[in-house]
T-cell receptor, first 113, second 116 residues
Framework: AQSVTQLDSQVPVFEEAPVELRCNYS??????LFWYVQYPNQGLQLLLK??????LVKGINGFEAEFNKSQTSFHLRKPSVHISDTAEYFC???????????FGTGTRLKVLA | GAVVSQHPSWVICKSGTSVKIECRSL??????MFWYRQFPKQSLMLMAT?????????EQGVEKDKFLINHASLTLSTLTVTSAHPEDSSFYIC????????????FGAGTRLSVL
């Protein structure tokens, strides 16, 4: 069975500072990896995805993530955050050959002025 | 592109009544649609997977008679919460997958259900 761990439930960071949101997964088979952002009372918006190829993935809003197979991680990073980045961020995995997502518990990013 | 519309965004109903939530893919045909439930400050839990023209596949522990899913066309899936009770109050989110785009899911904005 697959699982996703987001170690940090909340991450406060000052505006213009860098941030890293951690995601580790467990799977015995190949997976696809995703990061989604959820603003209050809204659905999820795809930030970026790793399907294959380059392990460094660039997404929208200046975010990027790196797939590390040996460490089974897919950490999300942004070099300089804005107040508008305040939201809930979810990491998800999907087993190749199936279409189901398994979500992590989410990390609430709070950007402080 | 790849917009998923969910309606209503918020619904309040009395205990014992049924509520229908619609999920539409506006600019694409959705091979598969998914329904999730999200409790406050928690992650999304997959309730069921539906393919157009066939019965939905429910996750373990989800009552199929309580949460009726109909996927009548490639652009519309509905979730009906039957005989709703206060414990069914939650945030329900649908998503859709485009055939040929692998495992990417596009999400609706969610429906907040409050059962009084």
């Amino acid at each position: 069975a697959q699982s996703v761990t987001q170690l940090d439930s909340q991450v406060p960071v000052f505006e213009e500072a860098p941030v890293e949101l951690r995601c580790n997964y467990s799977s015995s088979v190949s997976v696809y990896l995703f990061w989604y952002v959820q603003y209050p009372n809204q659905g999820l918006q795809l930030l970026l995805k790793y399907l294959s190829g380059s392990t460094l993935v660039k997404g929208i809003n200046g975010f990027e993530a790196e797939f590390n197979k040996s460490q089974t991680s897919f950490h999300l990073r942004k070099p300089s955050v804005h107040i508008s980045d305040t939201a809930e961020y979810f990491c998800a995995v999907s087993v190749r050959g199936t279409y189901k997502y398994i979500f992590g518990t989410g990390t609430r990013l709070k950007v402080l002025a | 592109g790849a917009v998923v519309s969910q309606h209503p965004s918020w619904v309040i109903c009395k205990s014992g009544t049924s509520v229908k939530i619609e999920c539409r893919s506006l600019d694409f045909q959705a091979t598969t649609m998914f329904w999730y439930r999200q409790f406050p400050k928690q992650s999304l839990m997959l309730m069921a997977t539906s393919n157009e023209g066939s019965k939905a596949t429910y996750e373990q522990g989800v009552e199929k008679d309580k949460f009726l899913i109909n996927h009548a066309s490639l652009t519309l899936s509905t979730l009906t919460v039957t005989s709703a009770h206060p414990e069914d109050s939650s945030f329900y989110i649908c998503s859709a997958r485009i055939g040929g785009q692998g495992n990417i899911q596009y999400f609706g904005a969610g429906t907040r259900l409050s059962v009084l």
